[in-house]
C-alpha cells in the first residue's frame, strides 16, 4: 500500500500525525498542570492547614449481632459489652525512640494488686503488628476489666496512640446449654478469609463457629457503618462528617426465634451426665423442628468470649480431650441403629406382605439360629412370635428369617422412604454427617480394599441393624414420622428471624424431604407393636413410660466392638394417637436400651407434658 | 532505500532519551522510599530496594532487547499473540478458585500477570497488521480484522474485570488507526457514541446542550468526510439512540446502581468510600504548595493512611514532598520522554516502526494521564500505575519492556 510514489506524502503524514499526538499530550498536561496550581497555589492555605490540624479518620461502626431465642421468646444467645485495649497506629509517634518509650511505660502499668497489665511477649507481638496494620486498632489486652480500663484511662495523656475500644462480645446465659447447637464466635481465621463463601469478610471481623452461629452467620451479623470523623493533633475525635455523607448508620443483625425449647432442653441436659459420651434428640415430626438436642461431653461456648490467654487455655481443654466434646454426637456420629432398625424389616414385610400381624416362622427363638454353617445367636429364648412379639420382646431369631425372605433391597427402600440412607436430611447445622445402608454393591465397593465380599448371610446381621450407620437426628426422624406417616420433615432450628423491632423477616416453611408414608395396615401393626414396647409389661422399653400418656417405642443395643458394653439406644414418640413429640437417645458403651437409654427419655417426656411438678407434688 | 534515513551512528543511541528514562526512575526510587519509610525491615526486604531490583532486571531486558532484529519482532507477532489470549483464558478459566486472583497466575516463584504481557503483544501483532493494510472508513471491510484481533483480549480483560486495562487496549487500537490511515475526523466519528452516551445520561442542562453541539458536529463530520450514505446514516443514527437510550437505561437503573456509577465518574460524592482516598490526595497534594515539604516529610502528617501510597497514589507523596515544582518537574520530564520516544518515527519508514513507537507512546500517556487525574480528582479512581514512579514488580517490567523496544527500533533501523 506504501508504494514508491506515495512515499513522501506518506511520510509528510505520519510527521504531522507525531505533532498532533504530542500536541494532545502538551494539552492534557496543561489542564493538569492547572488543576494542580489550583490546589497547591490558589488552595494552598486550606489544603496545608487541613493537613495540619484537622485529620480524617474513617471509622467502622460494628453493627450489634443478633440474639437467639428459644420457642417461647427467652434468650439463649445475647451480646454483652467488652473493653478491649488497643494500639492505634495512626496516633502514634514515628520515631523508634518515642515508641520504645511508651513500650516501656505500659509494661509498667499495674493494676491496684500490683499484677501488670501487660507481659512482654505478647506487647512486643503487637508493637510489631502495628508497623503493618495502620488503619486497624490492635489488641493488646482483650476483655479488659473496669478496673483495667480506669488505670489506663488514667495515664492516657502520657500514652498516645493507646485507646480504650468498648466492642460486644458474645454470651451464653446458660453456659454448656446447646453448646453444640449454638456454635460459639471467634475472630476469622487466616483459611476462612482465603475461601470463597468468606468474601465479604475482612481480618478482626469476628466470624460465627459450628452450629446456629455458623450457619446464620449472615444474618447474625448484620452490616457494618461507618463514619467520617476529624481528629484533633492528639488523635481525638472532633466531629463527625455527618453533612457530607460522611455517616452510615450500621444495620443491627436479625434476631432469630429458634425452635429450641429451653424447659425441655433443660431436662434432656440434666439426664445426661457430662460424664457419659452420648446424644439425644427431640423433634416434632409434625414439622421437623427440632425440640431438644444434647452432645455430650459438652463445651462452654463463653470461653470463645474471653481474653486470648484463658481463651486459649480452655481451648486446648476440649481440642485435646479424648472424650472429643467438640463433636456434635447428634448429627455428627454415626452408629449401628441396632435394634430400632427391627422396625424398619417389620414395615418392609408387612409392605410387602410378606409378613402379616398372624404370620409366625417355622423356626421358633431357641436362643439361636442356625444358618448355613453358622449359628447367630439371639439375646434371650423367646419361642414362636408373630411380628408383635418379636418387636416387643426384640427377637433377633424371628427377624434373621424375615430378613431372609424380605431381602435387603425391600428393606433399603423402606429405611429411605423414612429418612434413613446416605442422603443427608439438611439439617441448618454445619456437621452433619451421612449414613450408610448397606446392599450387596456397596457393600463390595467399600470393603474392597479389605477382600470382604457380599454374602446372604449378612443379611441376618443387617435385619437387626448390625452393619448400618445412623445417627442420632436420623433415629428421631425415622420414629416421628414412623408415628405420623404424613411424610419426613426437614429437621430444623430455625423457627422465624425477626429484625431489631421484632417484625418477622423470615419465616421457615416445614419442608417434606422424604415420603414417609405406608400403608394404614402397616402403620396400625408398627404403631400396636411400639405400644407393646412400651406399655406391656413384658416390654423392653417400659422405662420409658409415661403415666397418662400413650408412648411408643423401641430400644436397641448396638454391638460395636467385642467385649466392651454395647450402645444403649432408645426412640420413642408420643402420644402415638396425635404425634407431638419423638426422642432418640444414645448413650455410647451404656449398656442395654431399655435400661440405659430409656429412663432418659422418660424424664424428657416427662418434662415435656408437665408431668414433672405433678410428680413432685 | 530513502536518502534522508539518518546514518549518524551516534544516533543509533538517543542518549538523551535513556537519560530521562534514568531520571524518571531514580525520581521513584526516591518516592518509594519515601512512601515506604519507616518499615524497619532488613535492606533486601524494603520497597524501595526491591524497586531497584525491577529496575536493573528491567534495564537488562532492555538491553537485550536492543539486539533483536525488527524482522524477529514480525514474525513474534502472531505466536505471542496467540500466548497472550491463552494466558487470558487460563485466567478467566481459574479465576475464582482463591480470592482475587483472577488476574494473576501464580507460578510459586513469581507471578504471572496475562493482561500486561497481552498489553506488549496486542502491540506488536495490532502493529503488524496495520502496517501491511492501513483502514479507511470509504472501505469498511478494512476493519474487519483489526476489530477481530481488537475484540477478543478486550473482552476478556474486561471480564477479568480490569475496565481501566481494557481502555488501554482501547487507546493503542484508535491511535493505531490513525497512523493507519484514519483523519482526526474519523477518530472523532469513532468515539463520539461514546461521548453522547457521556454527554447525555445526567439531568444536567449544560451537558444536555453540549450533546446538541456534539450531534451537530456529528452532521457536518459526516459531510466533510463525504462518506457513503448508509455508513453517514449509521453514525449519525447511533449517536442520537445512544443519547436517548442512555438516559433510557439510566432511568431504568435502580438507585443502588445509579449511586455505583456515579461514585465511578465522581468518587468524591462517596466520602467513606474511593473519594476517602481522593479526598486525603487531595489534601496532601495541594498542602505541598509551590515548593513542597521536603523530601521526607511528607508521609508522617497525611498520607500514612492512604492505603495504596507507594503504588497508585505515588503522585500526591510526590505533589506534597516536592509541590508544584515537582509536579511540574516530573510532568515536563514526561513530556520529554514521549518526545523523543515518538521521534524514533522519522529514523525509519517502515511504518510497522511507526506504529509500533506511537502504539507505546500511548500504553506511557494513557497510563500517566489516568493516574494523576485519578490522584487530583478529575478522573474515576482505577488501579492503573504511574510509569517509573509506581511501586510494582509487573508494571515496573512492562515499561522497561517498551523502553527497550523503542530503543531496539532506533538501534536496528539505523545500521
Known sequence: ?617 | MSTDRIQDKSLKFDWFFIAVTLTLMTFGVFLVYSATVGEELAVYDTHWFRQIIYFLTGIAIAVGLVFVKIDWLKRAAVPSYVIALVLLLFVLIFAGDVKGAGRWIDLKVIKLQPSEFAKIAYLITISYWLSKHPVSLHKLKTFLVPLGLFIVPFLLVLKQPDLSTALVFTAVTLVGFFFAGLTFTDLFLIVSPVLSVLFSHSQSMVLQVLWGVLICLVVFSVLRRHLSKKLSGVIIATNILAGYASSMVWNMLEPHQQKRVNTFLDPMSDPLGDGYQVLQSLTAIGSGGIGGKGFGNGSQTNLSFLPEEHTDFIFSVLGEQFGFVGCAAVLVLFTLFLWRASSICKTNDDPFVTLVTMGACTIFLFHITVNIAMTIGLMPVTGLPLPFLSYGGSFALVCMFLVGLLMCLRYQGNK
Open chain 1, 1 to 617: 500500500m506504501y508504494n514508491d510514489t506515495s512515499e513522501n506524502e506518506a511520510r509528510v503524514r505520519r510527521n504531522w500525525n507525531v505533532l498532533i499526538f504530542l500536541a494532545g499530550t502538551v494539552i492534557v498536561f496543561t489542564v493538569i498542570l492547572f488543576k494542580l496550581f489550583s490546589l497547591q497555589y490558589l488552595h494552598y492555605e486550606e489544603n496545608f492547614q487541613r493537613s495540619e490540624n484537622n485529620r480524617l479518620r474513617r471509622i467502622e461502626l460494628i453493627a450489634d449481632r443478633g440474639y437467639i431465642y428459644d420457642r417461647n421468646g427467652k434468650v439463649l444467645v445475647r451480646n454483652r459489652p467488652s473493653y478491649q485495649i488497643a494500639l492505634q497506629a495512626l496516633e502514634m509517634p514515628r520515631k523508634k525512640a518515642a515508641r520504645d518509650s511508651i513500650f516501656k511505660k505500659l509494661l509498667n502499668i499495674r493494676d491496684a494488686a500490683g499484677v501488670r497489665l501487660f507481659d512482654s511477649l505478647s506487647l512486643d507481638t503487637a508493637f510489631q503488628r502495628i508497623r503493618w496494620v495502620r488503619t486497624r486498632p490492635v489488641r493488646i489486652l482483650e476483655d479488659a476489666t473496669m478496673e483495667q480500663v480506669a488505670v489506663i484511662e488514667e495515664h492516657s495523656t502520657e500514652l498516645p496512640g493507646v485507646s480504650v475500644i468498648i466492642e460486644s462480645r458474645r454470651e451464653y446465659p446458660y453456659g454448656t446449654l446447646a453448646s453444640h447447637v449454638l456454635g460459639y464466635t471467634s475472630e476469622i481465621s487466616e483459611e476462612q478469609l482465603k475461601l470463597p463463601e468468606y468474601e465479604s469478610y475482612s481480618q478482626g471481623d469476628r466470624v460465627g463457629q459450628k452450629g446456629l452461629e455458623q450457619e446464620y452467620d449472615k444474618e447474625f451479623r448484620g452490616k457494618n457503618g461507618l463514619k467520617l470523623v476529624e481528629v484533633n493533633a492528639s488523635g481525638r475525635e472532633v466531629r463527625t462528617l455527618t453533612d457530607v455523607g460522611g455517616f452510615i448508620a450500621p444495620e443491627p443483625g436479625l434476631h432469630m426465634v429458634s425452635t429450641i425449647d429451653l424447659k425441655l432442653q433443660k431436662a434432656a441436659e440434666a439426664a445426661i451426665p457430662d460424664s457419659a459420651k452420648g446424644a439425644l434428640v427431640a423433634i416434632d415430626p409434625r414439622n421437623g423442628e427440632i425440640l431438644a438436642m444434647v452432645s455430650s461431653p459438652r463445651l462452654d461456648p463463653n470461653i470463645f468470649s474471653l481474653k486470648r490467654r484463658e481463651r486459649n487455655k480452655g481451648w486446648a481443654h476440649v481440642a485435646l480431650d479424648s472424650m472429643r466434646p467438640l463433636t456434635n454426637r447428634a448429627i455428627s456420629g454415626v452408629y449401628p441403629p441396632a435394634s430400632i432398625f427391627k422396625l424398619v424389616t417389620s414395615g418392609a414385610g408387612l409392605e410387602s406382605g410378606i409378613i402379616s400381624e398372624t404370620k409366625y416362622y417355622p423356626k421358633a427363638c431357641t436362643g439361636g439360629y442356625q444358618y448355613g454353617a453358622r449359628y447367630q445367636r439371639c439375646w434371650g429364648v423367646h419361642g414362636n412370635l408373630n411380628v408383635v412379639h418379636a418387636l416387643r420382646l426384640s427377637c433377633d431369631v424371628y427377624f434373621y428369617q424375615a430378613g431372609l425372605e424380605i431381602d435387603m433391597a425391600r428393606i433399603n427402600e423402606f429405611a429411605r422412604r423414612f429418612g434413613y440412607g446416605e442422603q443427608l436430611l439438611g439439617v441448618d447445622i454445619p456437621g452433619e454427617r451421612a449414613g450408610w445402608l448397606p446392599d450387596s454393591a456397596s457393600f463390595n465397593r467399600r470393603n474392597k480394599r479389605l477382600g470382604w465380599r457380599w454374602a446372604r448371610g449378612l443379611i441376618l446381621n443387617l435385619s437387626i441393624g448390625q452393619g448400618q450407620m445412623v445417627t442420632p437426628l436420623q433415629q428421631a426422624v425415622f420414629i416421628g414420622s414412623l408415628a405420623t406417616n404424613k411424610g419426613v420433615y426437614r429437621p430444623h432450628f430455625m423457627k422465624e428471624l425477626q429484625d431489631a423491632e421484632g417484625n418477622v423477616v423470615r419465616r421457615y416453611e416445614p419442608e417434606i424431604i422424604r415420603p414417609g408414608t405406608m400403608k394404614p395396615e402397616t402403620h396400625r401393626v408398627l404403631l400396636n407393636a411400639m405400644d407393646s414396647v412400651v406399655n406391656h409389661p413384658g416390654g423392653t422399653g417400659k422405662k420409658g413410660a409415661v403415666p397418662g400418656i400413650r408412648v411408643g417405642g423401641k430400644t436397641g443395643s448396638g454391638e460395636w466392638k467385642k467385649g466392651q458394653k454395647t450402645h444403649a439406644w432408645f426412640a420413642a414418640v408420643a402420644p402415638l394417637e396425635d404425634p407431638q413429640i419423638a426422642v432418640a437417645v444414645i448413650v455410647e458403651a451404656g449398656g442395654g436400651g431399655g435400661s440405659v437409654a430409656a429412663p432418659i427419655v422418660h424424664k424428657v417426656l416427662m418434662a415435656f407434658f408437665g408431668k414433672e411438678e405433678e410428680e413432685q407434688q
